[in-house]
């Protein structure tokens, strides 16, 4: 039988399900619009005349502040409402990604980038109270697994829409077009949003376990070095893979947008894949950690085995297939990633460790932009930065394994469980 979790055996309601699927959308678009910088990075270097370490830094720059605000936004959520919360972060991000469309200089560009991660930084600690409270043990492998789908989506759509939108009006237009058109996602979010009960009962008169309560846990710093380690690896492709095809490939613009799409689409394949599988695992009886702990573990150890040779064969051909395979292996641990944190966390905490765990891992953001930076423009090719990527698949999968222990809730104190949730 299943290990029961914090959250109640109940029935998910068609309306949860529906804002769910919003906040799919929304998660697309938050990496359309982290992610769209990559796309325009060449054409945009060329205007401004930027050296490819200066390109680092604004690549890098959005990870400065939305690493550093998942604490704050972490304490906003499991304190206030965090439908209200996550709607603001969605409009402070979507302006300054519009905003980024009319900036003139590379002062500009990096201010922007730091609002947009401070927008930005509401999400992922939105999802997982949302899905915490309102998802049961046995269904959270699909939840995360879509909200993963729209992950994975968000990057390929991005290269694919804005890499046309660029060829025919400029990188400007991207930023311009994108931003304001993805204001439109909080009409439907406030209509259906505010009507869902799971989430606004768990609002809390105490704040619950504190941060250092959670940094008590031993599970929690393996999953601060875990989602570090292999965030590495996924914000190095999302930043540096459009750049890799068209300096080391030599594809051609349009072709980067017309195939470059693939590997994140296979990621959301993969996500999609193991989340449906893992929990229907759990369903005929077999244990939270057993499961997660497969897939996690497995995807990590097995995206490192074909990424690596995807460097090095000289058939292009054969590089994209074995990206898209690395890709789709890696999507079966993003798929069940947070399901560990929100199993472990309970919806009392899951704004709190997401905030932490997200702040951890996304120092990574700020790290691999800079670092393959560094590495092409010494080296001359992205061998190395590659076999870095490797390394940080393996240390990743080794702290799932190793260190976080059994996905199941931890105890907290039961007087600051009940004060939380009353």
Partial sequence: MAISTAAPARVVTRLEWLVLILLVFSVAINYVDRGILSVTGVALSKELDLKPHELGYLLSAFFWTYAGFQLISGWLIDRYNVLLVFAAGFAIWSTATALTGVARGFAALFVLRLLLGIGESVAYPSYSKIIAAGFPERQRGIANGLIDVGCKLGPAAGMVVGGLILVRYGWRMVFLSIGVASLLWLVPWFIAAPKIGSVSSMRARYQGPGFSDILAKKDAWGTLLGLFCSNYAWYFMLTWLPQYLLMERHYSTRMMALTGWLPFCATAAGATVGGCLSDAWIRRGASPTLVRKTFVVGGLAG?????????????????????????????????????????????????????IQNCA????????????GFIVERTGSFYFAFVWVCVNLVVSASSYLFIVGRVEPVSWGRSRVQAAAG
């Fill in 303 to 355: 995206c490192a085995v074909f990424l690596l040779p995807a460097v090095i064969v000289a058939d292009q051909l054969a590089a994209m297939s074995l990206l898209i395979l690395a890709a789709f292996i890696y999507g079966l641990f993003s798929g069940n990633l947070w399901t560990i944190t929100q199993t472990l966390a309970g919806a009392v905490a899951a704004g709190k460790w997401t905030g």
């Fill in 361 to 372: 891992g996304n120092l990574a953001g700020i790290a691999a932009p800079i670092v393959t």
